[in-house]
């Protein structure tokens, strides 16, 4: 800046000695012959002295200008889900007994062998830090203030985080949270390759929506909390998120990886069928996939095949196939069992059969089950998935249902439940037999147990406490 305010003043000197040179040419031109050719030199040497401060300013000027710094912009640019780095490897493996037989596996992606019986609790470490995170949350004002208290703890605890949200939250908030990452609807498939991590903020359905957004593809780690409800998914309190951050980041939490199913819809021939949004494939569910009458008044006649062998013909309101978790969902309401989630099988469950002998049935996890509308029956049925619309299946044709080898791996608490989650624990056994010993599973801590006593009230008497 100091060049170029003396290359102006240079100039102005120049300029100013031209306009002298010149008004005293002008007035010896008439009075001597000499001083007309001595006043021409002087001009002609002023004006290559004005032309050569005027390049020095204009030379002065340009590398002013280039050296002086940016304007930094208001905001950063928002960034795309398509720029975003790819998801992080982890590394993950059975916990307890299963540990000395299984050895850990480093992958993208979290699978289970299709046909295992035990998913069980499994070890979570990040071979990098953590990138992405999407944020699935329950749709009120109490979720979205939560949501606001989450990305700003991000970025000031993990700045390299990019929070990706679906658009009602993205409008919601992008104002308050310049910098967070769309997801748009026609860009649904990069998540199963950008996100390291889920984060829901809700109910159990919260849970759900998020298995929905990946349901053809691995699911990455699912951190739940609870704004207030209880759910069985829900082991963290809103109020914990710190906590818990700080515990799945630093790989000190464990995860139970929740068996999911797998569905096709085909035609009478066997060709595959779309379903209701036009897919055709593999479609990945949570809870069950449930065959009902809908809204017609007749019962529906469905016949049930275990890996191709005809088991029976059910005439009732439907058919439910329930995974472990789901088995406390629609099919408990069917009169279905309660499966611990760590036990992989497939439930079948009858709604409201007309026959008084018909009842749930357990299959392995490897089995193929498949449900085909009855070519006498009535009507079509409906066909639904976690609670959404999958369209109509018509006599003859049939759905094909099995284990996924994509679970949801559910991340479990890591410490006390004082800490994060009003709940109530059941009490434990006191003594432990003759010898005064309490033998419990390498699982670790098992939040199930909990559940089904503070949530279903598992065979409490009528007006008894669960701990009276």
Not at 124 to 137: G, M
Not at 175 to 188: G, Q
Not at 291 to 313: K, N, S, W, Y
């Amino acid at each position: 800046m100091l060049g170029l305010a003396q290359a102006r003043t240079s100039l102005r000197r120049s300029a100013g000695d031209c306009a002298r040179v010149a008004s005293r040419s002008g007035a010896s031109s008439s009075g001597s012959s000499s001083a007309p050719r001595l006043s021409q030199v002087q001009l002609r040497a002023h004006t290559r002295a004005a032309a050569a401060a005027r390049r020095a300013l204009a030379t002065t000027a340009t590398a002013s200008k280039a050296s002086a710094p940016a304007a930094a912009p208001l905001h950063r640019t928002r960034a795309q889900l398509s720029d975003l780095p790819d998801k992080v490897l982890v590394r993950t493996g059975p916990l307890g007994r299963l540990s000395k037989v299984l050895s850990p596996r480093i992958s993208a992606s979290i699978t289970t062998r299709v046909g295992s019986s035990f998913g069980g609790n499994h070890s979570l470490e990040w071979q990098s830090a953590p990138r992405n995170i999407l944020v699935v949350q329950k749709r009120d004002a109490k979720a979205s203030e939560a949501a606001v208290r989450i990305a700003e703890h991000l970025a000031k605890e993990q700045p390299q985080m990019n929070v990706i949200v679906e658009a009602q939250t993205f409008a919601e908030l992008h104002a308050r949270l310049p910098n967070l990452v769309l997801v748009r609807p026609e860009e649904r498939k990069l998540l199963a390759d950008k996100v390291d991590m889920v984060l829901t903020l809700g109910g159990d359905g919260t849970i759900l929506h998020a298995s929905s957004l990946f349901d053809d593809a691995a699911v990455p780690p699912v951190l739940s909390f609870s704004m207030g409800t209880l759910g069985f998914l829900l082991p963290y309190h809103i109020d914990s998120f710190a906590d818990a951050l700080r515990d799945i980041f630093a790989g000190s939490a464990s995860l139970l990886l929740r068996m999911r199913l797998h569905l096709t819809k085909h035609a009478a021939d066997g060709t595959l069928l779309p379903t209701a949004d036009g897919r055709l494939g593999d479609v990945h569910l949570m809870n069950e996939v449930t065959l009902h009458r809908g809204r017609e008044p007749h019962l529906t006649m469905i016949d049930a095949f275990v890996d191709g062998r005809h088991l029976t013909q059910a005439i009732s309101d439907g058919l439910i196939v329930a995974t472990p978790t789901g088995s406390t969902a629609y099919s408990l309401s069917a009169g279905g069992p309660i499966v611990h989630p760590s036990v992989q099988n497939l439930i079948l469950t009858p709604i409201c059969p007309r026959s008084l002998s018909f009842r749930t049935v357990l299959l392995p996890s490897d089995s193929t089950v498949q449900l085909k509308i009855s070519r006498t029956s009535r009507a079509a049925a409906e066909l639904t998935v976690d609670g959404r619309d999958m369209g109509l299946l018509r006599p003859g044709e049939f759905l094909q249902v099995g284990m996924s080898p994509f679970p949801i791996p559910c991340v479990n608490r890591s410490t006390p439940t004082s800490a994060l989650s009003p709940r109530p624990e059941p009490p434990l056994l006191e003594g432990g037999g003759a010898q005064g010993v309490v033998h419990r599973s390498e699982r670790g801590e098992d939040d199930w147990v909990r559940d089904i006593n503070t949530l279903l009230k598992f065979n409490t008497s009528f007006g008894k406490l669960p701990n009276e």
